[in-house]
């Protein structure tokens, strides 16, 4: 199985600031990378798909990068309902996810 | 709208098999497959399979071959997954998703299943 590791495990923040969350894949999955919120109790939600690419309907502040090994989800300028945990998720063979990140209020 | 509604809650003692519904609609069902997706209390996401609404073909995460069967009924839009031979650790928030035919990310989930698995 092709491993994907997240990183940090979790993180503070306050609203307003810019988050990065990384995410390293143990094979080259090309742009097969795709990021997901999850809140508690409730399903995860796609994020970014193919890397780079915006789900319709999620804010512009949103924004994904990388390709081959190497990924990121960059949150430009926190807003109060961003504070959840956050997959990355390969699907260029069978899928995984990484192990999440807890994104919360500083 | 495209929508994915599952099954109710479910307790089951162990050794016992439990199966989940995954009703679509909003979308021709038999254009996408459908993913199995469940998650441990306070865990991470781990993909249990993928079957292909189209003409049933199905793809088992290796931990769970011979556990796990997923099936479909085009006549209703419905996905099922039925889990054998529970074990505690097979408690679980279970949900299914659906997968896109390109990039192969999960675009529309369902509300999620609690499996509760306990003597």
């Known amino acids: 199985d092709i491993r994907v590791t997240q990183s940090p495990s979790s993180l503070s923040a306050s609203v307003g600031d810019r988050v990065t969350i990384t995410c390293r894949s143990s094979q080259i999955i090309n742009s097969y990378l795709n990021w997901y919120q999850q809140h508690p109790g409730k399903a995860p939600k796609l994020l970014i798909y193919?890397?780079?690419n915006l789900q319709s309907g999620v804010p512009s502040r949103f924004s994904g990068s990388g390709s081959g090994t190497d990924f990121t989800l960059t949150i430009s300028g926190l807003q109060p309902e961003d504070f959840a945990t956050y997959y990355c998720q390969q699907s260029y063979h069978s899928p995984t996810f990484g192990q999440g990140t807890r994104l919360e209020i500083e | 709208q495209v929508q994915l509604v599952q099954s109710g809650a479910e307790v089951k003692k162990p050794g016992a098999s439990v199966k989940v519904s995954c009703k679509a609609s909003?979308?021709?069902?038999?254009?996408?497959?459908i993913s199995w997706v469940r998650q441990a209390p306070g865990q991470g996401l781990e993909w249990m399979g993928w079957?292909?609404?189209?003409?049933?073909?199905?793809n088992y995460a290796q931990k769970l071959q011979g556990r796990v069967t997923m099936t479909t009924d085009t006549s209703t839009s419905t996905a099922y997954m039925e889990l054998r031979s529970l074990r505690s650790d097979d408690t679980a928030v279970y949900y299914c998703?659906?997968?896109?035919?390109?990039?192969?990310?999960?675009?529309?989930w369902g509300q999620g299943t609690l499996v509760t698995v306990s003597s």
């Open positions: 079957i292909s609404a189209y003409n049933g073909n199905t």
């Open positions: 193919a890397a780079s």
């Open positions: 998703a659906r997968e896109d035919r390109s990039w192969y990310y999960f675009d529309y």
């Open positions: 909003g979308y021709t069902f038999t254009s996408y497959g």
